[in-house]
T-cell receptor
Framework: NAGVTQTPKFQVLKTGQSMTLQCAQDMNHNSMYWYRQDPGMGLRLIYY???????DKGEVPNGYNVSRLNKREFSLRLESAAPSQTSVYFC?????????????FGSGTRLTVV | GQQLNQSPQSMFIQEGEDVSMNCTSSSIFNTWLWYKQDPGEGPVLLIA?????ELTSNGRLTAQFGITRKDSFLNISASIPSDVGIYFCAGPWRGNEKLTFGTGTRLTIIP
């Protein structure tokens, strides 16, 4: 049972470089999310997608873009990476209507921007 | 910004001890959730609470939904090494499809 798969697991970028973090789920969930985790800050929502074809900003969207490619895949793009974007990024998915407790998280992507 | 504050930020305990942690909010929540994150992994749901005053257990874990609906508590009895990790509270943010998470409580067990 794969659940939510994130790639890559680790990445080092230079300031100004771009990259896309990939996320795929095989649970037929409608909703998908991107969070970042920083020490002492908990998990903060970057963007989410309630259904295929829709995306909305979360708490900390600046510097990021997202694409809901299809029902399974939700990618996060950093167009011009900055050191402040050094963080651990988590993708999650849930079923519509049970979003408050039905989250399944991936194992994370650890990104360092130098 | 961040709506949920957890305390303590970190705990260092010996195996077998009981653990208590709490989460407070400036806003009323209708649902409280507790997640655990093992090192190198994503958070996993432990307990969900849906009613003020509700007390729910999951094995050695017990969580309570505060009467004011602005706080929640998690207790772990007789801690074991696999309890190590970060515990997060969470609640619905601006609707029922998104969660906001607390700042986390890191639990370490001293040999």
């Amino acid at each position: 049972n794969a659940g939510v798969t994130q790639t890559p697991k680790f990445q080092v970028l230079k300031t100004g470089q771009s990259m896309t973090l990939q996320c795929a789920q095989d649970m037929n969930h409608n909703s998908m999310y991107w969070y970042r985790q920083d020490p002492g800050m908990g998990l903060r929502l970057i963007y989410y997608s309630a259904s295929e074809g829709t995306t909305d900003k979360g708490e900390v969207p600046n510097g990021y873009n997202v694409s809901r490619l299809n029902k399974r895949e939700f990618s996060l793009r950093l167009e011009s990476a900055a050191p402040s974007q050094t963080s651990v990024y988590f993708c999650a998915s849930s079923t519509l209507g049970t979003g408050t407790y039905g989250y399944t998280f991936g194992s994370g992507t650890r990104l360092t921007v130098v | 910004g961040q709506q949920l504050n957890q305390s303590p930020q970190s705990m260092f305990i010996q195996e077998g001890e009981d653990v208590s942690m709490n989460c407070t909010s400036s806003s009323i929540f209708n649902t409280w959730l507790w997640y655990k994150q093992d090192p190198g992994e994503g958070p996993v749901l432990l307990i969900a609470l849906y009613k003020a005053g509700e007390l729910t257990s999951n094995g050695r874990l017990t969580a309570q939904f505060g009467i004011t609906r602005k706080d929640s508590f998690l207790n772990i009895s007789a801690s074991i090494p696999s309890d190590v990790g970060i515990y997060f509270c969470a609640g619905p943010w601006r609707g029922n499809e998104k969660l906001t998470f607390g700042t986390g409580t890191r639990l370490t067990i001293i040999p």
